[in-house]
């Protein structure tokens, strides 16, 4: 049997599209999965623009792979993603032993790209937007645990100064309420009980209802609480902007909707905010916050900060940092400013340094550790209902799983429970470890 290694830079949107094309080639062409590059057929390297030299980074890597091909003169190479989106046939100039390049709307088209390649052996290139045809080609999907994620919309359309995405992933398109139904009906079917909406903007979402009407992001997660089995749902990423009081309407009504909401914001300055162009205030910001808060009191906010934006003075910085004090984030996904070409910012002047920038960034990463271990503190002597996901590693007599607030807790229990909701006493936190005491196992009565 042929064997395929996937190397998966970045989000979980690439994440989610490596699990597809694995499905997919194992379906097509019967390829297993390997994590020995060096004992692959097919080489895949599913890239990520977002930040660094990603350009580089990627002829660093196929240098690396380079030499697998003077032993294995039928090993294939290929690169997808959003650097083979912007780079496409230059990749092959640059590195010639490269065979395939898929662009993030046409993996589906891999199975015909490595026939049409051992058939000619003239490489193939394929970086085209072809709006959500890739999701009629995914197999069914085969869980791997009790939570999966669901792509519900690609591609973006707010056009942030720094971005690369809408460039590369291309313009925001929604799959029919139908369709993502049928795919989170039949992951319950097979024992997932926590669902991730995935997408650059979910709120942006707008799919074909059942109806033939258009449906926004609030009514289809009205839809999909309503799936049997389905007990626990999140969503990333949302975008301010479009964060309707209709959304937030569904905070107040739908419990099984988490009390968690990753939400970025990229600074607390108003002035950086008009720069990068995300087209909202840091007063709109906190009002959809206050306003989640007043349904949802025990909800936690984590975001996206881009520190050393093109002429961020300190003045911006402290701003981001008491809005971070002001909103008490629980955690974030922080990185110093990286210029991505073809972007407007990156004609910007920018005078910061780069230390000075580093500076900022621990400080910024700091205060939300801090600001996260308090939360995590906090939760000692509560009640927390848990999703089982498996054995602890430590310890072969306790299991964990995760809380809605994302927090991983170990605690006595049997294999048995993999899998069911439970409430915990949390007992003790350890720097974000938590260890609980099992109170209650769903439909089961209370433990004395
Ligand atoms: N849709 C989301 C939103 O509302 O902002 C974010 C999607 S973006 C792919 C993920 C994160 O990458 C952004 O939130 C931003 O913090 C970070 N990012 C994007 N471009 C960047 C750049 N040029 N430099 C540093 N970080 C960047
Ligand atoms: Fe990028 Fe801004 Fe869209 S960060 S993905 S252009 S919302």
Redesign the pocket.
């Known amino acids: 049997m042929k064997k395929i290694y996937i190397k998966t830079w970045g989000?979980q949107m690439n994440e989610y599209d490596s699990s597809k094309i694995i499905e997919l080639l194992k379906k097509t062409h019967n390829y297993v999965l390997t994590t020995k590059p060096e004992n692959a057929d097919v080489l895949l390297l599913n890239t990520c623009s977002?930040?660094e030299k990603a350009q580089e980074k990627l002829f660093h890597q196929l240098g690396r792979w380079k030499v697998f091909k003077q032993n294995k003169k039928n090993l294939i190479i290929g690169v997808g993603g959003c650097v083979a989106s912007q780079e496409g046939e230059y990749i092959i100039q640059r590195a010639p032993y490269v065979d395939i390049i898929f662009g993030p709307q046409t993996l589906h088209r891999l199975p015909k790209m490595i026939n049409s390649f051992y058939d000619v052996r003239i490489p193939v290139v394929d970086i085209s937007f072809p709006k959500l045809e890739k999701f009629n080609y995914f197999p069914k999907v085969i869980p791997k645990g009790y939570s999966a994620f669901v792509s519900i919309m690609e591609g973006?359309n707010k056009y942030?100064t720094?971005?690369i995405?809408p460039y590369t992933r291309g313009e925001e398109v929604s799959r029919s309420v139908k369709e993502i139904s049928l795919e989170i009906i039949q992951l319950a079917s097979q024992g997932v009980r926590e669902i991730t909406l995935l997408g650059?903007?979910v709120n942006a979402y707008r799919g074909i209802n059942f109806n033939g009407r258009m449906c926004n992001f609030a009514t289809l997660l009205r839809h999909i609480s309503k799936i049997e089995g389905i007990d626990r749902i999140r969503f990333i990423?949302s975008?301010p902007i479009e964060f309707s009081d209709e959304l937030i309407e569904v905070y107040k009504d739908v419990d099984k909707l988490v009390s968690f909401l990753h939400l970025?914001v990229?600074s607390g300055s108003d002035r950086i905010l008009k720069l990068m162009k995300r087209s909202h205030t840091v007063l709109h910001y906190k009002s959809i916050v206050n306003k989640l808060i007043q349904v949802r009191p025990d909800i936690q906010i984590s975001s996206?900060?881009?520190v050393g934006f093109p002429g961020e003075t300190i003045d911006d910085f402290n701003q981001t940092m008491h809005f971070i004090m002001d909103i008490n984030f629980d955690m974030s996904?922080s990185?110093v400013?990286?210029a991505?070409p073809g972007t407007p910012a990156a004609d910007l002047s920018d005078e910061v340094k780069k230390e000075e920038k580093k500076r900022r960034l621990y400080l910024l990463q700091n205060l939300i550790n801090q600001q996260s271990r308090r939360w995590s503190d906090r939760m000692v002597g509560t009640v927390q209902r848990v999703l089982v996901d498996g054995l602890s590693n430590k310890d072969i007599k306790q299991i964990s799983g995760k809380t809605e607030n994302n927090r991983i807790v170990t605690f006595n229990g049997s294999p048995d429970n993999i899998g069911k909701f439970v409430d915990v006493e949390i007992v003790s936190n350890n720097f974000n470890a938590l260890k609980g005491k099992l109170l209650k196992i769903e439909n089961e009565p209370d433990i004395l």
Do not use: A
């Open positions: 989000c977002v930040r973006c942030c720094f971005c995405v650059q903007n990423t975008h970025p990229q996206d900060f881009i996904f990185f400013y990286s991505r």
